[in-house]
């Protein structure tokens, strides 16, 4: 049955690449391991496809880097049931098109046991239909609800699901006496899912969404969604943007003359906070986690080692948060496939069903909570003050709060 499936949906696939090989490029093949990449008895094969090209290659490139570190200490250790792990990846270029490929090649060619999917949500979105037929376990580490909801029994998630985090900001708009909020959105589908969570959010809650602009990944000038945005005078502004965009975005908004809170739907990574300067000041986010610029400013015991033991294989910090989605999304997988005691799909999807208390960098992690694949459920609440990421309940009330909050008019 199972031989069934895998030709049905490749079947399926090819046909879909026919009509798209006139836009798709060359995906580029690395290996953690040396070899054929063929599968064999003596070896499993981990696929993962990132984006290791493009605007978002510094995040891609940080979600393999983990992957390939937590392999290169699996197989140290013996690997799993003796057998050692091969890591074959792709890049897929942040596009749905080179995902579908990527995908094909893992399962035809390559005859992966298990997979880590892209940060890119849209990416999983088109690839996961092939993964979940072939019945390949699969962690995904893009954050938009949507290629959750397409109810693939494979697919499961140990990082933030935005539609999670969002309501969450909503009370901290009434902490803070907001009632209207504009929003700014990609084009994507991380974007579009984002923004949609938030003006249902505002809806339920009675606020106001005074507009909604987008532009498109690759755009650097956004001043005339910007000064459509503030012309509409809202309380706050709420952007649902990559991070290879953030960055850029937020430092306009201050150019601008907007000086209010800004919320947004990820983690202000190091490189974010480099690129946006002074400006990142006062950007509140719900997240799990948060980068560093030198590990000894971490107090978490269980990050700091990560970040230690990350720094002393690549010699820099991690510069995204999806790095730390690489590692736990391993993490995860681990805990699965040695409770199931095979790398069988069946075993290690009903394994990862019944995973709870498993400790990651982003918390604790249960799976039997909502039994729907979504591993986390809680996240702390942050805010940027002098260019470093806090604890918002240690904000409020501080010196930097109450001078903002005269300088606002609260």
Known sequence: MKKMKRFASLLLTAMMLLTLVACGGENTTTESSDGDTENSDDVIVLGCYQPLTGNNAIQGEGAKNSVDLYVKELNAKGGWFGKQIKVVHYDDGADPEEAVKCVTKLIESDKIDLCVGSIISSCLLASGAALNENEIPTMGTGLSPTWMAEGWDYFFRACLNTAYSIPSLIETMDQLGFESVAIFEGQDDYGVSAGKSMREACEAAGKTVTTTENYVTGDTDFSGQIAKIINTDPDCVFLG??????????????????????????????????????????VIFKYPYITYQDAEDCTDPFMKEFLEKYEAEYGFLPKGDATYRGWDAM????????????????????????????????????????????????????????????????WFGSDDYNAYAAEQGW
């Open 331 to 394: 993490i995860v997988l681990d805990a699965a496939v040695q409770a199931a005691g095979s790398t069988d799909g069946a075993a290690v999807r009903e394994a990862l069903l019944n995973l709870s208390d498993v400790q990651g960098l982003a918390g604790t992690f249960d799976f039997t909570v909502t039994g729907d694949g979504e591993g986390l459920h809680d996240f702390a609440s942050w805010v940027v003050v002098d260019g470093d990421s806090i604890k918002l309940d240690d």
């Open 241 to 282: 943007v990559l991070s290879g965009d953030a960055g850029n975005i937020i430092k306009q908004f201050r150019q601008f003359g907007y000086n209010g809170i800004i919320f947004y739907s990820e983690t202000l990574t190091q490189d974010v906070i480099n690129v946006a300067g002074d400006a990142v000041n006062h």
